[in-house]
């Protein structure tokens, strides 16, 4: 079993600069891909950002491309999103997930495993 854990979210002004974190622990070495993904209140889960395993390969949603960076280190087994010029849109509880295999998808389907979240709240 894998868990994922997040943290680093807050309440920030528009405008402003946040950077989540998900620690991974348990049989890591199973870990490929990571992502994340979030949900709005009263909205369906969307896409993030992924990256995989090797770190060469990321994707990003159109509503966050330029202004989001995914990164990981292996070695910490620990995966980032630092967040800048965010919006009131991007208000959402943030989930770290992650699949076995190595390769990228932007389908939360596919990611078996998934952390508690974390709430990001953006004020105008």
């Known amino acids: 079993q894998v868990q994922l854990v997040e943290s680093g979210g807050g309440l920030v002004q528009a405008g402003g600069s946040l950077r989540l974190s998900c620690v991974a622990s348990g049989l890591t070495f199973n870990i490929g891909t990571m992502g994340w993904f979030r949900q709005a209140p009263g909205k369906e889960r969307e896409f993030v950002t992924s990256i995989t395993r090797s770190g060469r390969n990321t994707d990003y949603g159109d509503s966050v491309k330029g202004r989001f960076t995914i990164s990981r280190d292996n070695a910490e087994i620990t995966m980032f999103l630092q967040m800048n010029s965010l919006k009131p849109e991007d208000t959402a509880v943030y989930y770290c997930?992650?699949?076995?295999?190595?390769?990228?998808?932007?389908?939360?389907?596919?990611?078996?495993?998934w952390g508690q979240g974390t709430q990001v709240t953006v004020s105008e």
């Open positions: 997930a992650a699949r076995a295999l190595r390769t990228a998808s932007t389908a939360g389907l596919v990611y078996r495993w």
